[in-house]
Structures are given as C-alpha cells and as structure tokens.
C-alpha cells in the first residue's frame, strides 16, 4: 500500500499574476504621482540632451521605467509630455522673479536701479541651476534649446514667460521713461540669449577663454550679467546722440 503523501491529488503550480500595464488604479494616489514624476524627470533629461525631435516616447518611458502606455495616458502626444516638462519648473522660475522684482521695487522705491532690478529678476533661476539639483540643470538646458527653436520656441517661450519678462519691462520703463518700446525689447531681446545660453553652461565659455572662466560659475555668471543688463538697456534706451 502507498505511503498517505503518494495519495494526496496533484495540485497546479502557483503562477505568479502577470505584471499590470496599461491605465493605474485612480485609488493610488501616491503611487501615480511618483510614476508621473519617473516620467517627467526621465523626459525632461531626454529632451535637454537631445532636442524635442530627438527623443521617442519609447526611449521616455525606457528611462522612466513605465510601460509605453502609461506615458500616453498621463500626457497624451508628445508635445503635450513637452509642454508639461516646461510648464513644471517654469512656473517656479517665474513665480520667484515676479515676487523679487515687486520686493525689490517696494522696498527701493525713488531709490529703484536697473543693476537692483536686474538682479531681482536674474538671481533665481541662476541659484536654481546651482543649488536645485540635476532636474534645474536638465531644465537649464532645455530652456536654452527651446529658445532657439524655430519651429515652436518662440510660442513656447511667449506662452510660459512672457508675463513675467512684461513685469519687468514695466518696472525698466520707470527708470527709462524716455525709451521707446521697441528699444526694450530688443534690449530684453539680447538678454534673452545670453540668459539662457548662460544657463545651458555649454562649456564654450571654458574653451574660448582658456580655462579663464568657467560655464558652471553661475554666481560669477549672474553677477556679470546684472551689470552687463544694466550698462546694456541703458545704451540701447537711453537718449539718442545726435549725429
């Protein structure tokens, strides 16, 4: 007779419940917040290195560690995962400069510089690229690239930055009430591209200058570019020379 063991049924083996894809549970908050942010981290990382075009939804979600569907379903296309990789720290950057320029102007009053404005509205997002972490510095470089797009940066850049760049202005219009409109913004024009090609620290600073200066200086960095500002809207807005 066989022992009891030899008589017991056979059972199935366990299998383990294949992964879950697709669309989370909404219950889980916490959780699709994280993978939310996975993916814009992944993404923003991927476009500051190579370009909107450069870069798959694929390769975003490889990065972020998501399946493919889960980048669609939070963001959509490609443009919209974009367009919320830019709004994100976009909203900081420009938040911090309104409220510095407005403290500054307060607390100035008949006193109000243009190296005092300047350096109220161009500080953050130079201590946010040294001190914020890798993400500003990614964010850094994307905003550079963005601003040089011709396909789409100009509506990008006017869409997340533009009221705050007008707040500005309002407050250089108060100590050049003489200059005319277009000469502001040209002037903010000129700034804009060393601003952000500053921020992308490229390294071309290092080269040319033989290792004089250093792209990743950004305190020096910002301090050179108040006075350059300054000295700049003031030559460009100021009166005329007559000839």
């Avoid at 989370?24 to 699709?32: I, R, S, V, W």
């Avoid at 367009?83 to 607390?107: I, K, L, M, Q």
């Avoid at 990743?216 to 300054?230: H, P, Q, T």
């Amino acid at each position: 007779m066989k022992p009891d063991d030899d008589l017991a049924p056979t059972l199935p083996p366990v299998v383990a419940p294949p992964a879950r894809r697709g669309r989370p549970k909404k219950t889980k908050t916490t959780g699709a917040g994280e993978t939310r942010d996975a993916i814009l981290n992944a993404a923003e990382d991927l476009f500051s290195k190579h370009g909107f075009y450069g870069v798959t939804i694929r390769e975003v979600a490889r990065e972020a560690g998501v399946d493919t569907a889960l980048v669609h379903y939070y963001f959509g296309a490609k443009k919209e995962l974009f367009d919320a990789v830019f709004t994100r720290r976009a909203e900081v950057w420009n938040s911090e400069r309104v409220a510095a320029v407005d403290r500054y102007a307060e607390a100035a009053g008949e006193a109000m510089t243009l190296e005092g404005l300047f350096e109220a509205f161009l500080r953050p997002p130079f201590q946010w690229s040294l001190k914020g972490g890798p993400g500003w510095k990614h964010y850094a470089a994307l905003v550079a690239q963005t601003n040089a797009n011709p396909a789409f940066g100009g509506e990008t850049m006017a869409r997340y930055f533009d009221p705050a760049i007008r707040r500005l202005l309002e407050l250089v219009k108060r100590l050049l009430p003489q200059a005319r409109d277009e000469d502001l913004y040209w002037a903010w024009h000129n700034l804009s591209g060393a601003l952000t090609l500053t921020l992308g620290e490229t390294g071309r600073l290092d080269r040319l200058s033989g290792g004089l200066c250093k792209s990743g200086d950004l305190d020096s960095a910002c301090d050179y570019m108040v006075r350059f500002a300054a000295a700049g809207f003031r030559a460009v807005c100021g009166p005329k020379s007559s000839v």
